[in-house]
């Protein structure tokens, strides 16, 4: 086949002219560079032709990329026991596991924070089902801790930018990498991602120069289906959604309630519903948040709800005058959703990664165990970390607005349906979610809490029996980037 390479849609941010971001390497192969990414057609004959997608995910100035063009394979179905193995990489350069002894990584542990390091939880996870044989490994993962890298920073005479230059010269140099390019290679990452194209890719913030050969590889992420510019890997379909993990807190919490040998109180609570978190935010879950703040005006007078607003925003605000205009329940006593909402707010330290402090954090965990129902709603994305405090807690998560999408790892094994509340009508009527959650029978109560005790180790990392190991090899085992090679035993 003679390449002859055309562009049919491009789907980057970045320019793709010929010769200059696209072009022929030989007749059956065609590279992209400088970000260019998008659909083409190869071939000079009609009966050669054939359509690839090729390119980098909104990256510039990064080495190029090569295609090859020919037919697409087949979809890849693997058995359906078929359980992964994995080779985890040792060494300074790319096992971060040393970062743990560093300043500062125990404080990350603590606070909120903590959510965002899956990446750490996800190295231990693995290891038991680890082969040390690379040549014996159908996925090879790289424990680069790149977000506690990223706040960390120096450690031992060494920067984050010098680490991942460090990983990046130690795993291209591999011989697992070079036989496979990058393929079937898989990492954890918490990056922050975003839908504007302004804002810089992660991959290049964070993992770069590492990101260029992660790019053919299989991303564990809290957040799938994300933007061109917002991945960190090439195939969309590459991305497995990984839990968050439990700030340290909330862990010191259950085992002060509940021993390691017990298990939460089944039945109801003294609190009904509980939310703390902001109503103000962008996105997915704009709408239903602001929609709190009408749920905490007209329960107002129920001492069994109990909401925590933070933030400042023109929700919030806009509750606070409706609470200070509505006369207190004509006489009657405030209920705990409107004293907690009506008092000065604490100043919050905030960033991008979490917006409250250790001993928020504490408290939260505090309440959700005291309340028989949670509400977990979409914030920025349907994604929240909500869920699985909840589960933690043996709290009933209560989904709102599943149209857009559903919250949680590995669902397949954890089937949340089974416990989970999906609150009807609650945007223009919020009270009639909490008519909804008080015609639920005691027994209907307590057969969905032990549903969800049961699958709480398909995705709590910090569970005695997590199986959230096996969840992810499985995961990543089912998408097209852990196809075996032609040579093994699975590929042929």
């Known amino acids: 086949m003679s390449c002859g390479v055309e562009l049919l849609v491009r ?14 390497l030989d007749d059956s192969t065609m590279w992209v560079t400088g970000g260019c990414r998008g659909r083409f057609q190869c071939g000079r004959s009609p009966s050669g032709q054939t359509r690839i997608s090729c390119g980098y995910p909104g990256q510039r100035g990064i080495d190029r ?4 063009c020919r037919e697409p394979l087949p979809p890849w179905r693997p058995p359906a026991a078929w359980l992964p193995s994995v080779y985890v990489y040792t060494g300074h350069a790319l096992n971060h596991n040393w970062l743990r002894k560093c300043p500062g990584f125990e404080a990350l542990q603590e606070g909120p924070l903590a959510e965002n390091l899956a990446e750490v939880q996800l190295l231990r996870a693995l290891q038991r089902h680890r082969v040390h044989d690379p040549t014996k490994a159908d996925l090879f993962f790289v424990p680069v801790f790149e977000f506690a890298s990223w706040k960390l920073g120096r450690c031992e005479k060494t920067t984050h930018a010098s680490r991942m230059r460090q990983a990046h010269t130690a795993l291209s140099s591999s011989a697992s990498w070079q036989q496979h390019r990058g393929e079937r290679h898989v990492f954890a990452s918490s990056a922050y991602s975003t839908n504007n194209p302004a804002v810089r890719s992660v991959t290049i913030e964070r993992l770069d120069p590492l990101s260029s050969d992660l790019l053919r590889g299989i991303a564990g992420r809290y957040k799938v289906g994300l933007p061109p510019h917002s991945r960190v890997v090439s195939n969309p379909n590459c991305v497995v959604e990984a839990p968050y993990a439990l700030p340290r807190a909330v862990r010191r919490t259950i085992l ?28 997915s879950g704009k709408a239903v948040r602001c929609a709190i703040g009408d749920l905490v005006v007209r329960a107002q007078c129920d001492g069994d709800v109990l909401v925590r607003m933070t933030g400042t925003g023109p929700c919030t605000r ?6 200070r205009e509505s006369g207190a329940c004509g006489g009657r006593k405030l209920g705990e959703a409107a ?7 604490e100043e919050v330290p905030s960033d991008r990664y979490g917006f409250v402090n250790r001993s928020q954090v504490e408290l939260t965990a505090t309440q959700m165990a005291s309340a028989t129902f949670c509400l977990v709603p979409a914030g920025d994305t349907i994604v929240t970390s909500r869920l699985y405090w909840a589960m933690a807690l043996g709290c009933l998560p209560v989904v709102l607005d599943l149209a857009g999408g559903r919250p949680g790892a590995f669902a397949e094994e954890a089937q949340y349906d089974s416990f989970w509340i999906q609150g009807k009508r609650f945007e223009g ?6 008519k909804q959650l008080r015609s639920i029978p005691s027994d209907e109560i307590r057969r969905r809490q032990v549903k969800m005790l049961e699958h709480r180790a398909d995705v709590l990392y910090e569970h005695p029996e997590s199986r959230v190991g096996v969840n992810f090899l499985r995961a990543a085992g089912r998408t097209e980037c852990a196809r075996p090679s032609a040579s093994s035993s699975l590929g042929k």
């Open 429 to 434: 009527n919020p009270t009639a979610l909490l």
């Open 256 to 283: 002060s309630l509940w021993p390691i040998t017990q298990t939460p109180t089944l039945g109801p609570r003294k609190v009904l519903l509980f939310f703390a978190g902001s109503i103000d935010v962008c996105c």
């Open 318 to 323: 806009r509750t606070k005058k409706r609470l």
């Open 65 to 68: 990329d090569t295609c090859a």
């Open 11 to 24: 789907e980057s941010y970045a320019p793709c002219n010929r010769s200059v971001h696209f072009g022929c």
């Open 339 to 345: 004293i907690r909402s009506a008092r000065p707010q």
